[in-house]
């Protein structure tokens, strides 16, 4: 098999106009509602402008520090980063109306760092692409160049929200610009796939993950997907081989690859990916946090398709500290409804071998090694201070 050449950008591309095809409108409304209503969550680099009725004093312009965090008066350090505008407006609102009578504040941003969308396939210049708030499709096909050839010639589809939702793209449509509405806005992370309709160029896309992202020739009755897998190089030491996926029809078939590696009867071998198809690996990004009384508390990634336990955490963490408060540990996990739940957890009684077994970690989790000095336990004032953190390890 080989990778084909894709054709060099070209200045001046004309703008482009958007349809969805093979959609009812009520499928293409829903797809469009969809993507308009997704809120902008903030990250390190964002700039804010932040005010407050009547209080001309609070006025500030900050910038989301590489941690996530900045500071403001009377609520001191802020933790912004996985948090919307308006989940941001309603932290600072409680954080002031301790010194303030029910305080009206306002956040804008007013400069964001550059975030990607990917553009992959028959275009005349694929690759990554800048997306601000208020990017749409149009602006990216654009930058790229268009498609490589005839628009007849040629099918697409947007894949959003982590490969969980895909649209079909009508090209002739596109180009003639007859449905604005479909012009859909586009948010870090998606991807464009175009790909030619001659059956004489039949062609699986490989993105994500692998060393060598792009188009691949294959055989009219497919190939199996570890083969497709190892013409783009192979998978990167961040792919999450459990969780890859095969984009088929606008439909997203989910199999674990990573027995393949050692096991070529596994039956995901049977698995084959056909033309127009798109294998994608997607990047290993479940974490868990270790934090409070540990001498190393940070973020530590889950192994893909394994698994983490309470006392291989503690140890990637260096260790309770002598100030730790080992029998009173709590797990701060968040169930199906995004509610905390807190997991009381006795470290001394596990790294002993005796009472509960030793917990598996799940990811978004945060274990929590108390002082001594707060009494025994996990209290409210600890829960509300790590809330933010959560909500950045489930980006």
Known sequence: MRMNR????????????LACAGLPATAQTAASESAAARPYVLSPDDQIDITVLGHEDLKASVAIL?????????????????????????????????????????????????????????????????????????DVLAACGGPAQAPELTQATLVMAG???????????????TDAAQNLPLAPGDVLLVQPRDPALAQAQVMGEVAKPGAFDIPADGVPALTLLNDAGGATPKAALSRAQILHAGRTQTLNLRPLMSRLDDA???????PGDVLLLPENTAK????GEVRAPAAYD??????????????????????????????????????????AV???DLMRGKGAPDTALQPGDILYVPTRKQGGGFNVMNLLSLLPFMSVLRR
């Open 6 to 17: 894709h054709h060099p950008l070209r200045a001046g591309a004309a703008l482009l106009g």
């Open 66 to 138: 590489p941690d996530g965090t900045f500071r403001y008066p009377i609520v001191g350090t802020v933790h912004a980063a996985g948090l919307t505008v308006e989940g941001l407006t309603r932290a600072l609102a409680r954080g002031l109306s301790d010194q303030l009578n029910q305080p009206q504040v306002t956040v804008t941003v007013t400069q964001s760092r550059p975030r990607k969308v990917s553009i992959l396939g028959a275009v005349k210049s694929p690759g990554q692409y800048d997306v601000r708030p208020g990017t749409h499709l149009l």
């Open 163 to 177: 490969g969980k939702q895909s649209v079909a793209v009508d090209m002739p449509g596109l180009l003639a610009g």
């Open 268 to 274: 995901a071998g049977s698995v084959r990916v056909m």
């Open 288 to 291: 868990v946090a270790v934090l």
């Open 302 to 343: 889950l192994p893909d398709g394994g698994a983490l336990s309470v006392t291989d955490a503690v140890a990637l963490a260096g260790g309770a500290t002598a100030e730790g408060d080992k029998k009173n540990a709590t797990i701060l996990r968040r169930d199906g409804a995004d509610k905390p739940t807190l997991i």
């Open 346 to 348: 006795n470290l001394d």
